[in-house]
């Protein structure tokens, strides 16, 4: 059988697994993204081991597999940064500052700390922090919705807070690699410092200024879905200038060309047809690709406890985190507690920077199969937590003021 042959029996076993195991998901009030990474767990080596069956003689089809969920990743972050809007980062209120940045600091903290105590040195268990410290509301988003709470006080506030979660997890991520690419002495800092400030402002630069015009030119060409390609490239190309020219990693350069592109009048347009095209083939063979990662048969009893481990610190960094932030700024107790649970769930972006550990040699295959694990976990366990703690609560709920209005549409996946 010919490698092409190989490659699309294989693609067509993971597409249909993924879209059947998100649909199963959300039969039990669960996200796709929880069904396609435990699909991929059971098609990996754990079970199936589908990259390995008798007809499969390609040695590179599993590198080729990985390669394309690496697009995914790049789709992924383009449009988590199309979904925000700079003027709604310039809203947020004082509560969404500081839960957000709490919500990080905490968990990063604590996952550094566990990352010692279990013998890691400190890159590999700043690495372990920072999947801790990435969150994703997409799942108390709909939670809220159902509860008709996404417009509450909380609700809003914890959107809010997703934004600054996002934006802090990816910028330590990018300082982080961009240290270890740049050496330790006072020179090469700030040789590593320059080059991030001068990738940020010349992409700042063209997107505030050469992006809408560059736009509105190929929108006249008359050629079949112009724009759409045209974000394609550019995304490309803010990644690889985070590498190259910022020591950044590409998916913060794609998350920066997603925010360019949020402000021109072609971003519904960009944001309908990328999201058919990633959600439909890029994104799914991502998520199924982290579960193939994954070897549950190699996990000892030491990696069940270091699986405990992170997940308690997970529920518990967020939860005293972002609701203690919350706290800070005159919320209930039940308020910050709703808050802070809203912040539990782990998602896109600690998978995505728990592959980027794994294949940079910063997190053991041990230690990565543990992450995914709690983010299976706190995928979980979130939704019936929310509701828990609205349950007794009373159907009116006190709104955020208006100068809060961030739009929840990112939470819409």
């Known amino acids: ?89 310039a809203k947020n209120t004082r509560v969404a500052a500081i839960s957000g940045i709490l919500g990080v600091v905490l968990p990063v903290g604590l996952g550094l700390a566990f990352g010692e105590l279990t013998g890691m040195d400190f890159n590999h268990g700043l690495f372990l922090g920072l999947t801790l410290g990435a969150t994703s509301v997409s799942i108390s988003a709909q939670v809220l919705i159902e509860l008709n709470r996404i417009r509450s006080k909380v609700g809003l506030a914890m959107l809010g807070a997703a934004v600054f979660d996002d934006i802090l997890v990816i910028l330590l991520l990018s300082i982080f690699l961009a240290f270890l690419s740049g050496g330790s002495g006072i020179v090469q800092i700030l040789l590593v410092f320059g080059k991030m400030l001068v990738f940020l402002l010349l992409s700042v630069a063209f997107g505030l200024w050469g992006l809408p015009r560059l736009t509105r030119w190929a929108g006249r060409l008359p050629v079949s879905q112009n724009v759409t390609t045209l974000a394609i490239i550019i995304m490309l190309v803010y990644g690889l200038a985070a590498e190259l020219l910022g020591g950044m990693a590409a998916i913060t350069g794609t998350f920066i060309a997603g925010l360019m592109f949020a402000r021109t009048p072609e971003k519904k347009t960009i944001e309908t047809n990328l999201h058919a095209l990633s959600y439909a083939f890029f ?131």
């Open 1 to 89: 059988m010919s490698d092409f042959l190989q490659l699309a029996i294989l693609l067509v076993m993971v597409l249909v697994a993924a879209k059947l195991a998100g649909y199963l998901s959300t039969l039990i009030h669960q996200p796709a993204v929880f069904g396609e990474l435990l699909v991929g767990v059971l098609l990996g080596p754990s079970l199936l081991n589908i990259t390995h069956l008798p007809f499969i003689t390609n040695i590179h089809i599993e590198d080729f597999l990985s390669e394309l969920g690496e697009i995914g990743v790049l789709l992924l972050m383009f449009l988590a940064g199309l979904e925000l809007h700079l003027k709604d980062l």
């Open 283 to 413: 994104v799914p063979i991502f998520f199924v690709s982290i579960g193939l990662s994954v070897n549950l048969r190699s996990m000892d009893l030491n990696t069940l406890w270091i699986i405990l481990g992170i997940s308690i610190i997970a529920v518990l960094g967020k939860i005293i985190g972002a609701g203690g932030g919350a706290l800070l700024c005159k919320f209930s107790w039940r308020e910050s507690l709703q808050l802070g649970i809203g912040m539990v769930s782990r998602g896109e972006v600690g998978l995505i920077i728990a592959k980027l550990g794994l294949d940079s040699g910063y997190l053991p295959a041990d230690i990565f199969s543990a992450i995914v694990a709690m983010i299976l976990i706190t995928t979980l366990i979130t939704p019936l937590m929310l509701r828990a703690a609205f349950r007794s609560e009373e159907k009116n709920v006190s709104p955020l003021p208006a100068e809060a209005g961030i739009e929840t549409n990112k939470e819409s996946q």
